[in-house]
Every structure is written in C-alpha cells, then in structure tokens.
C-alpha cells in the first residue's frame, strides 16, 4: 500500500470480494513499472491533477488464476490463467461503445485510478477485463501481456514495412519490447539510450545497432519510436524521422516535451501518440503464445512483496540480473532470477 510520496508498505487487507460482474483472481506475478515508481514518489500528473490520491494499492502489469467468480459471470472463468486489461471504461459512454474504452472520460485504471492494484495475493476485476493465458504463456510471460501490448501498438503504429529502418529511442522495458515487436515484422532495429550498460544488454538480445545521440549514424529512418522519458527528445525524433515518415510517441517524460510543429509539417511526418496496451493484448498473447517475441530476459529478478518498497524507491534487487524489468510474486517466496540473455 502507498499512504504518500515515499510511504509505502505491506499490509493485511480485507480480501477482496467477486461481486456482480466480477472475478476474484490469485495474483501469480506483477510486474513493477514506471508508473509505480512515480506514485511512489509523488510525481504522477494523476496525483498532481487530482485524479489518483492516496492511498493507492499499485500493480496493473499481472497474470494470474481465477478463484472465485461473482453473479452473472460465466463459471468457466473459474480456474482459469489469466491477464487482465488495466484501463476499465464506463462501457456507456460513446468512446466505450466505439471500442475505445481505454479512452473513457470516467474509465478506473488497476493499481493507479479508482481501482485497486494486483500487488496482493488476491485481486477483483470485471470478469469482461479478462483474457485467458494459453499454457505456452507462463506466470511471467502472463505479467508481461500489459507493458507488450503498449510496445506492439507503438510499432503498429509506427507502420513498418518490412526492411523499413526504425529507430526506438529508450530501450528500457518497452523500448525493447517495441525492438523485439518490430524485428518480428522484419524491419532494421537501431537503438538509441545513454547508459553503456544498458546498451550492452540490448546487444545480447541480438540488436547489434545501439548508439548514443553522439554516435548515432545519420541514416534514413522511416519510423522513430520514442520511448524515453527524456524531454529532448520528441523533437530529435522528428529532427530524425525521413519526410514522410512516422513518428510514435509513447514514452512520457516528467516535465513538458516541446516539438516544434513546423518541423513535422515541413516533413510531411505523421505523429501518433499511444496510451494503454488495452486494444493490443489479445494479439501480445498470441505472439508470445507461438514464441515469436520472447521476452523473459528483460526479467531481472522476482522478488516478494517485502522487497516492493525497496524497488519503488530505486534499489535493484541482490542479485539482479541485467534486464529491466522487476517481477513480484505476491503468494509466495521470491523465485530466482532467469539467466542473463544469451
């Protein structure tokens, strides 16, 4: 639980009840994100503009095992594995009927917005949230649908056609999943970060283009992805980007990002921004499902939920490897970490 900037704890709670529409899932893993570490500082535009408040329970990145199922769901939800989506809309609205839930004006976000978060033993969401893991996605592939389906979004986005050279700016956890969605579709990968180790992880995933902005080859670039939390750099990606080209916007960075729109329309580019993996989850699962994305190394280390506040606050775990992303297993000890890619 999060009582404040910096509060954070674990605590016995009252279980959480299937009501009406709802399932009770045994939470198996959570992944902590970006998005947690800025509740726990404080730093979330949802807290600064009064939309999330403390306390708040963190954790949309999940999979799991329905346990109880509430009135009107279909009992073969019970038992099954599970991930679920993180924005819930009102399904009323224009946006909801539109398929747009993920843009409802009133929608509840797990573990940040109205809705209590999966890092806890056990978690109640609509039963209409739900998507069934295949056997071929474990625990840990299950807890990394949410950021996945953000990073396949981007690079649908992004238009690539295949032998198109994109570049993706940030290779944290979905700079690289959105590199991994994007070599799928047979595109040339350039990376670009600051840090030489991270880099260097990013080479033992086979992405042999990884640069810094000082080292970066003045190449034709039909997509750049940014992924950073950077505030420079929406600009450089459109100074990058090739006339005509796309320019994906899905990091977020914690102050306001300038562009100046006379570069995008002297190129003629087109700029998207991306928001929720909501409408790319189903075909993440199938990626993962036929081992076309494999993305388990990013996984650092899973720890219990004793050691959460620890991360939250930036300590990487004892023997972490050196992916990004932190795993939680809420029901139990902590699991060991996988191995190093390659």
Excluded at 162 to 181: E, H, N, Q, S, Y
Excluded at 300 to 315: H, N, P, Q, R, Y
């Amino acid at each position: 639980m999060l009582h404040g900037a910096g509060r954070a704890g674990v605590e016995d709670v009252e279980p959480p009840a299937a009501g009406p529409g709802e399932v009770v899932v045994d939470v198996a893993r959570v992944g902590v994100c970006g998005t947690d570490v800025e509740l726990y500082s404080g730093e979330l535009q949802y807290l600064r503009d009064g939309r999330s408040r403390f306390p708040v329970r963190p954790g949309h990145e999940w999979s799991g095992r329905v346990t109880a199922v509430g009135a009107g769901v279909d009992p073969g939800w019970a038992g099954r594995r599970v991930t679920g989506d993180t924005m819930l809309g009102c399904r009323a609205c224009r946006r909801c009927r539109g398929g747009r839930q993920h843009l409802c004006e009133d929608r509840q976000e797990v573990g940040i917005l109205g809705r209590a978060g999966a890092l806890a033993a056990r978690l109640a969401v609509p039963a209409w949230s739900l998507h069934a893991l295949p056997d071929t996605v474990d625990d840990a592939l299950g807890a990394l649908v949410e950021p996945g389906g953000n990073a396949l979004r981007a690079v649908r986005a992004a238009g690539l056609a295949p032998g198109d050279r994109v570049l993706v700016t940030g290779p944290g956890t979905i700079g690289l999943l959105a590199a991994m969605f994007a070599r799928r579709a047979g595109a040339e990968v350039h990376l670009l970060g600051r840090d030489p180790e991270t880099l260097e992880f990013a080479a033992s995933l086979g992405f042999d283009r990884c640069w810094t902005a000082e080292s970066l080859p003045r190449l034709p670039y039909e997509a750049v992805i940014d992924a950073s939390n950077a505030e420079s750099l929406p600009a450089r990606a459109v100074e990058w980007v090739e006339p005509g080209g796309r320019v994906v916007f899905i990091g977020l960075a914690g102050t306001p990002s300038l562009l100046d729109t006379r570069a995008l329309a002297l190129k003629d580019a087109t700029a998207r921004g991306i928001l929720s993996a909501s409408p790319g989850l189903a075909a993440t699962i199938s990626a993962y499902a036929e081992g076309a994305v494999d993305p388990r190394p990013l996984i650092a280390a899973t720890i219990g939920l004793d050691g959460v506040a620890a991360v939250l606050s930036g300590e990487r775990p004892e023997g972490a490897g050196p992916g990004p992303k932190v795993h939680v297993a809420p029901g139990g000890p902590a699991a060991p970490a996988p191995p190093a890619a390659g």
